[in-house]
Each structure stands twice: as structure tokens, then as C-alpha cells.
């Protein structure tokens, strides 16, 4: 075993770890947002000017998207459960922590909100920004996750692009170019 692997092993057992722990997170908060306060009865909560609870169910994919009408409850859980076994190997695989911490928080984000799909028939969202007469989409704790992780990636993508380019000019190679 490389250190290498090691390192690899490291990231995915403590993301495991964090999996788990977000996920925890998004259900307790979805469950209070439900049975304890209560928001169906109440539909919306005013917080601070700019922020209120807000109840929708999302039976779409991602922010209302209506692609879940065409695909239906199951063919959605389908996608999610196939994109997640995709993120959980390449989580195994990386060996870089600004990755695996990106793909931990996508990951927690899609299967917090794949069980909402099989507990409710649809996805719970309640926080709703709104600011000088615009309404943002309501959002979770999972979506959170998942909008930082695609973040990161990008970020991470971007470094690594970045990179390539200084290396290759540093070389006098550029891609394509031998």
C-alpha cells in the first residue's frame, strides 16, 4: 500500500464519517421544520426581513427544475442513486482534500435529499431569502451542501487548470504542442 492509498483511505473514511453527519444534520432540521414547529400548518414564517421559513415540498430535481415531472419520482431516485455510487468511487479514488471534501458535501447534499424522495415523495424545503422585492429559491441544508461542493469543484477545477497552464509555459510546451 502507497501512502498514496493511505491518504485516499484517510479522505474517504473521515468523508464517510462526514456523510453521515450532514446527512443527520438535514434530516433533524427537516423533522423540526415538520413535527416540532410545525411549517405545513404555518406554510410561512417571517425570521428576520430577509429571511423566512418557508414550506415547499420540490418534486423537481434541482431548484423547482420540472425535468422531475418528465422523469418521475422513481426515475429521479434512479439518477440521484447512479450519480452517488459515480461520486462515491471517484471520493474513493481522490487523493486531494479540496476535492474529497467537495464531493463529501455534494454527496451528503444528494442522499440527505434522496431520502426525503422515498420518506415524503418529495424533497423538503423550507429556507426562503429574499431581499428588495426578490425571492431566491427555497433551499435546504442538503441543497446548501450540495451548491458549496459544486463550488469547490469549480474552484478546484479552475486551480488545476490554472496549473496546467503555468506548467506548460514554464516548459515552453503548450497543450497540444509537443
Known sequence: ??????????????????????????QLS?????????????QSVELLPFLSFTMVWNSGI??????????????????????????????????????ASALVLILSGALGNLIDRFVH???????????FGYNFYVFNVADSAITMGVILLLIDGLRDGAKSRKKASN????????
Not at 171 to 178: A, P
Open 62 to 99: 434541482s431548484m423547482g427544475l420540472p425535468l422531475g415531472d418528465a422523469l418521475g419520482k422513481w426515475g429521479i431516485v434512479v439518477m440521484t442513486g447512479a450519480i452517488s455510487i459515480w461520486l462515491l468511487i471517484w471520493l474513493r479514488k481522490s487523493a486531494h482534500l479540496f476535492e
Open 171 to 178: 516548459t515552453g510546451h503548450l497543450d497540444g504542442d509537443g
Open 1 to 26: 500500500m502507497t501512502d498514496a492509498d493511505t491518504i485516499k483511505g484517510q479522505y474517504f473514511l473521515r468523508g464517510m464519517f462526514i456523510i453521515v453527519l450532514l446527512m443527520a444534520i438535514d
Open 30 to 42: 427537516k423533522w423540526w421544520v415538520l413535527e416540532v414547529f410545525d411549517l405545513p400548518a404555518k
Open 121 to 131: 415523495g418529495a424533497v423538503v424545503d423550507f429556507i426562503h431569502l429574499h431581499a
